[in-house]
Every structure is written in C-alpha cells, then in structure tokens.
C-alpha cells in the first residue's frame, strides 16, 4: 500500500512539474510602454513630495507605466495574475496618462481614489503581503484624500 501511495506520489509531482514547465511557453507580455512627461500626473495636478512618495510606493506599480516586475512576475501561472492585475488597474486609472483623461473624469478618479484607500480595496490585499511597505496607513490615507480633495477642488 504504501509503495503503491509512493509511486502515485512521484507520478503526480513529475506531471505538475511537466505542466509547470509547459506554463513557462505561454508569456505574456511585461511592458512599460513609453510614456510623455506632459500626460503625466505631476504634470497636471499639484503634487507634494509626501503625496508623491506615498504614489510611488503604494501605487505606481500597477497605476502608472513605471511598473517595477518583480522576478515572480517571470514565473507562470503567477506571471498571468500579476500581468493581469497591472493591465486591468492601467485600464481603470494610469498616472502616466493622466492627461489624457476629461476634467469630469479626473475629478472622478480623484474621488475614486480616497473612497478606494479609506475603504481598504486599494491596494490590493493580494498585493502588500509581498510588498508590505506599499500598505497605507492611516496617517497615509489621510495625506492621500486631503490632497486628491484639494485637487479635486482646484479643477472646478
């Protein structure tokens, strides 16, 4: 019985690690496209260091086009989820085309994002616990919705 257990064992692991390595042929593509300087953020809405910093560290990885791939980031079937994850929030909200966006939309995404961080969505929690300097506490969030209300405000 146990013998039998062993080479059920072995079978299993040896066709997981043929599937693992068949996984490694279907690679999406990491990019960062090219992005211009006047479409950015900064570019359009006053940004102090502290908020910036905040932005950087928290939220650029997946909302901007400066992506910083982490190595599992090369590794299927983690690599789909990652690569999807920054796809998707580009396509929600992208700091570096920012301009690129309506006045009305901009005020949304500004209110968007205090709702996102207060309510715990942002960032994501599949996120921090490899990046944990990239959770927000509170004194962040605080930072973070009094500067996107003031910005809010001077785009009326």
């Not at 996107?148 to 009326?156: D, H, Q, T």
Request: hydrophobic fraction near 40%.
């Amino acid at each position: 019985m146990k013998s039998r257990l062993l080479k059920i064992t072995k079978w299993v692991l040896l066709v997981g690690a043929c599937l693992l390595l068949l996984a490694q042929l279907k690679r999406p593509a990491k990019t960062n496209p090219a992005s211009d300087p006047s479409l950015a953020l900064a570019a359009h809405v006053q940004l102090d260091p502290k908020v910036a910093a905040i932005l950087d560290r928290s939220c650029n990885d997946c909302h901007s086009n400066k992506t910083r791939w982490p190595w599992y980031s090369n590794v299927a079937p983690v690599s789909w989820f990652v690569i999807g994850h920054v796809d998707e929030a580009r396509h929600d909200l992208n700091f570096s085309e920012w301009g690129k966006y309506r006045l009305e939309d901009q005020k949304a995404q500004l209110g968007q994002m205090c709702e996102l961080i207060t309510e715990g969505w942002m960032p994501l929690s599949s996120y921090t616990p490899l990046h944990p300097s990239a959770k927000l506490s509170d004194e962040d969030k605080k930072v973070i919705c009094d500067w996107a209300s003031a910005a809010r405000a001077r785009l009326r």
